[in-house]
């Protein structure tokens, strides 16, 4: 081998970084030798004394540095050395420093990079690169999570299994109590469902289902997956499962019976048994197997069950109106059912769902037509919903069981965490606050006044349509003793004491009373900036004007006036005027009287926005008052329930402490206790005791020598209201003792629940009396009633008030003796003098009023408060007139027991 070949001694430092640094200083042709070959004490750390030659140009400098063992370059040698490898070799770029010095190379590691069944992170990669995975490792994964999908799948699909209809029929019955721990009655809970074959299921009622649900069933394969997604999309944000399901699915749902809960993971057995049922069961089992399991509520499960309930016939004869109804009633039926669910929603009353069951029934018919399922000739013969029946024919709710039993489902459902469906698979024990004997007793007591005066027969025009509702209320708790539903459950289903949509009248006066003495009147002569925060609280003994036909002032003593420039007049009762020629009357004497003109003007001077604060918290839903921008806001234009107008004067009778009325104490199921209302009960203060006690001593006087002295009671103090609505139309008394609150109201109305157009009817001549007022009936009611609900407790009597407010308009007025005309028979429509013009109003009557002058401007005006005339009472309500209807017009009232289908209890 030739003398340049020989392998020469390695050194420590390669590449031609290296090369350079060993140079020697006499270079050897163009450039000088390394720096290890001269043998100078400055050479590379060679490895030893073997005699070195000096190497020629660079190129052979830079080979020889590369056969070097401790050389870096591009090349890696055996040893792993290379670009910054761990011998200290030094590359282009640094690495990390070696033994002998630092390197400059990109560092590798030494040897074989020993394999992972998952490269990952990747190894022999740096940096980001290190967490990029291949795409070896990326097909593998899907592969498997996809194979791992298929193999559980297989594994769900085969072990789910068919459900079938008969199976589903698990439900209980539901058992209520009295308060007294006895039982009242079995129900609420059975299974009525008849299962009938696919041949007596009519083709109308297939196809309207098919139309209204799944108009591609008769093709599809049983589940429609964005349905299931948009679901499962739901419930992952927090929602409820919904929306896209075929009728296979529903069918699946409503067979599942025993596990409806809103989960994941129910939804994929769901989703699995329906895939399964729609390949392996035919189109005919699927469709009869859901119209057999359908709930279509009033307790019906299944077409024949709901033909029979709706209908009274079987579901073989049903036509395709019955049946594009029926369909309807799938949607839901506490929304669509047009005798209306009140008791679980105050939405659902019947006006509001036989409007969306009519629009329902329409569409479903036109569906069929366009899907070409029904010919149009057929369809123009329906134009009004098939006539329904009663939805109350079980026996075991007959009387007032059946309005009972709704009051105590609505308050479960709106104020516990069981729902309807729950409620209605049954399984609960539901022990109610209602009192048997009490129960008893009112229902006697309304049957005793019926009996004795109202002949339908004998007085048809004035007698026929008189209904009444009641309740009682416990003032230290707001149970619920007792109500009167009406006639029977089964046969007048509307419940009287929870919905009416008649106004009460003037049993509202004492909420503008109360609202006087805990807000007082707004200063006229203040700041109108500040008008709101300068008042005066008021004391029973201040003076208002008793004067008909008083023209109504805002608070400022200004005309009120509304939209149209009209101005008020308000009527008193009879027509009659109170005290000529001053015609003062303190509050005490026009709450004993029912003045009207007294109550509307202290209104509007405490301000009808703190009135109405005042009747809300008393207890009475905000959702069932009339408008408060007239005037009339103060005589009762609104329409509370029984029940909350029982419970809101419970607030008075409790030093003003208010509860909301309650039908449920405790609900139990196999496991123990799921509800108790003690655990949610909450007591509010309305009002200080000195306020609610000063109302309750005003409303003695009213039972003591007024308007409702037919509501004494035998060796008890008694506080109460009468009440009388515009045009006769119902009459009320509510009143109370410390121990019970009872509101009865009176009223006249088509008792066709099925009439689109029922309204209430004026009861001149009811009963044989010339008029009808709280006065009647209903204090002859409530006395006999209160006789023997308290018959056996101790007399209790009413806190002694504290003195309270400040007695207003006390100061002498000018005389003033009413003319004959004006103090006997004034006109019911006054027309208005040229003084009393809106355009051009007499300058007199604003130069001369002065604060608190009572008749200043008396005389004027254009719009009278009330149409009312004659009788005892004094209780008329005043409305406006036409062009101001939107401030009286009657509520339906639903649901404004708030618990029975309102959100508490």
């Not at 003098?833 to 809106?838: I, M």
């Amino acid at each position: 081998m030739s003398e340049h070949r020989r392998k020469l001694p390695q050194p420590q430092e390669g590449g031609r970084a290296a090369a350079r640094r060993g140079q020697s200083g006499t270079p050897s042709g163009r450039r000088a030798a390394p720096r290890g070959a001269t043998g100078s004490p400055s050479d590379s750390y060679g490895s030893g004394g073997e005699e070195e030659r000096p190497y020629g140009g660079r190129a052979e400098a830079r080979r020889a540095a590369q056969r070097s063992a401790g050389g870096g370059g591009r090349r890696r040698s055996a040893d792993g050395a290379g670009r910054g490898g761990p011998g200290g070799g030094g590359g282009r770029r640094g690495g990390p420093p070696g033994p002998n010095g630092p390197g400059r190379g990109r560092g590798r590691p030494s040897g074989p990079v020993k394999k992972r069944f998952i490269d990952y992170p990747r190894a022999g990669r740096y940096g980001a690169a290190r967490w990029v995975p291949s795409w070896k490792l990326v097909s593998g994964l899907c592969i498997g999570f996809f194979g791992s999908l298929v193999a559980v799948a297989g594994i769900a699909y085969a072990m789910v299994s068919v459900p079938k209809v008969a199976d589903t029929a698990r439900a209980q019955n539901n058992v209520y109590y009295w308060a007294d721990g006895s039982e009242m009655v079995a129900t609420g809970g059975e299974t009525n469902r008849q299962i009938i074959n696919y041949d007596q299921i009519p083709e109308a009622m297939r196809y309207a289902v098919i139309s209204q649900e799944n108009k591609t069933f008769e093709t599809d394969s049983g589940i429609d997956p964005k349905g299931i997604a948009r679901a499962l999309l739901n419930m992952a944000k927090g929602g409820q499962t919904q929306g896209g399901s075929t009728i296979t699915q529903q069918y699946v749902k409503n067979a599942m019976l025993d596990d409806q809960s809103q989960t994941v993971s129910r939804k994929f057995k769901e989703l699995f048994v329906a895939i399964k049922v729609g390949a392996t069961v035919k189109k005919e089992d699927i469709m009869a197997g859901y119209l057999n399991s359908a709930y279509y509520g009033r307790g019906a499960y299944g077409i024949q069950a709901a033909a029979r309930a709706y209908f009274n016939e079987d579901a073989v004869k049903l036509d395709p109106s019955e049946c594009a109804f029926l369909a309807a009633m799938l949607k839901g039926a506490t929304y669509y059912d047009p005798a209306g669910a009140t008791e679980f929603d105050p939405a659902a009353d019947p006006k509001s769902n036989t409007k969306r069951a009519t629009a329902q029934w329409r569409d479903t018919l036109d569906k069929e037509v366009e899907y070409g399922h029904l010919s149009a000739s057929v369809r123009a013969k329906y134009k009004e919903l098939p006539k329904w029946q009663n939805p109350r024919s079980n026996t075991r709710l007959s009387g007032q069981i059946g309005y009972l039993v709704d009051l105590a489902k609505g308050y479960i459902i709106n104020n516990t965490n069981i729902t309807a469906n729950q409620l209605q698979q049954g399984g609960y024990s539901i022990h109610t606050t209602f009192d048997k004997k009490k129960v008893e007793a009112l229902q006697a007591a309304v049957k005793k006044v019926q009996k004795a005066n109202i002949k339908p027969k004998l007085r048809p025009k004035t007698d026929k349509y008189v209904q009444f509702g009641g309740a009682s209320v416990d003032p230290k708790t707001g149970a619920i003793k007792a109500i009167y539903g009406g006639e029977d459950a089964t046969k007048h289903f509307t419940n009287n004491a929870d919905q009416t949509g008649a106004q009460v009248g003037s049993t509202f006066k004492p909420f503008v009373l109360a609202a006087a003495m805990s807000w007082g009147v707004k200063d006229p002569d203040g700041d109108p900036d500040q008008a709101q925060d300068e008042r005066t609280i008021v004391s029973p003994k201040s003076l208002y004007s008793g004067k008909n036909k008083l023209k109504i002032q805002d608070y400022d003593h200004t005309p009120w006036q509304d939209d149209k420039g009209k101005e008020w007049l308000q009527k008193n009762d009879g027509e009659r005027s109170y005290n000529p020629p001053s015609y003062k009357i303190d509050l005490r004497e026009a709450m004993r009287e029912s003045v009207n003109s007294a109550y509307v003007q202290l209104g509007m001077d405490v301000g009808l926005d703190k009135v109405k604060e005042a009747v809300v918290d008393a207890g009475i839903k905000e959702s069932s008052l009339a408008s408060s921008r007239f005037p009339s806001f103060s005589l009762g234009t609104s329409s509370p329930s029984a029940i909350r107008m029982a419970g809101a004067y419970a607030t008075f009778a409790a030093s003003g402490k208010q509860n909301d009325p309650y039908s449920v104490d405790k609900v139990t199921d196999k496991d123990g206790t799921v509800f108790r209302h003690a655990d949610v009960e909450k007591t509010k203060t309305a009002f200080t005791a000195r306020v609610a006690d000063n109302v309750t001593d005003v409303l003695k006087t009213v039972v003591e020598k007024g308007t409702g002295t037919n509501a004494q009671l035998t060796g008890r103090e008694v506080a109460g209201k009468t009440g009388t609505t515009d045009g006769n139309k119902s009459a009320w008394f509510v009143g109370y003792t410390p121990q019970l609150s009872t509101s009865i109201g009176m009223y006249r109305m088509d008792d066709n629940e099925t009439n689109k157009n029922r309204e209430f009817l004026q009861m001149y001549g009811t009963g044989g009396e010339k008029t009808i007022h709280g006065a009647s009936f209903p204090s002859q009611i409530w006395r006999d009633y209160m006789e023997q609900a308290l018959k056996g407790q101790p007399v209790e009597n009413f806190p002694t008030p504290e003195p309270i407010g400040t007695v207003l308009n006390d100061t002498p007025s000018p005389s003033a003796t009413p003319s004959a005309t004006e103090s006997a028979t004034e006109s019911a429509t006054p027309t208005p003098t040229p003084s009393e013009s809106l355009n051009s109003p007499s300058p007199s009557v604003s130069e001369t009023c002065k604060k608190w002058d009572l008749n200043c401007g008396s005389t004027g005006g254009t719009d009278t408060g009330g149409t009312d005339t004659g009788g005892t009472d004094g209780g008329v309500t005043a409305t406006p007139t036409e062009t101001t209807s939107t401030g009286s017009t009657r509520g339906n009232g639903n649901g404004n027991g708030g618990i029975f289908g309102g959100p508490t209890g």
